[in-house]
């Protein structure tokens, strides 16, 4: 069996680490987000009408917490859908 250094000395360990993704608010430099970007929101729900993690969007903690309380303030405008079954197609 391979030591763990060994491994980590291959190419292999570093071709299979995965870059960090970068927050799209920060990089914009916006202050913050409106409710009434449907468009942009829009990326941020899954199929199922719910809001991605931060894990898989890549935006930071600050921007998560904005991005948040936009989609729900749009949800309660409805400009976007709270249940699957409202999304148009």
Do not use: W
């Amino acid at each position: 069996m391979a030591s763990p250094r060994s491994r980590r000395e291959s190419a292999d360990y570093y071709r299979d680490r995965r870059r960090r993704k970068v927050c799209n608010f920060c990089v914009d430099k916006a202050e913050s987000i409106d409710y009434k970007e449907v468009n942009r929101l829009r990326r941020y729900l899954s199929e199922r009408a719910k809001i991605e993690p931060r894990r898989k969007t890549g935006t930071c903690a600050r921007h998560q917490r904005m991005l948040t309380t936009a989609l729900k303030r749009a949800r309660h405008v409805s400009l976007l859908p709270y249940a699957p079954q409202h999304l148009r197609p």
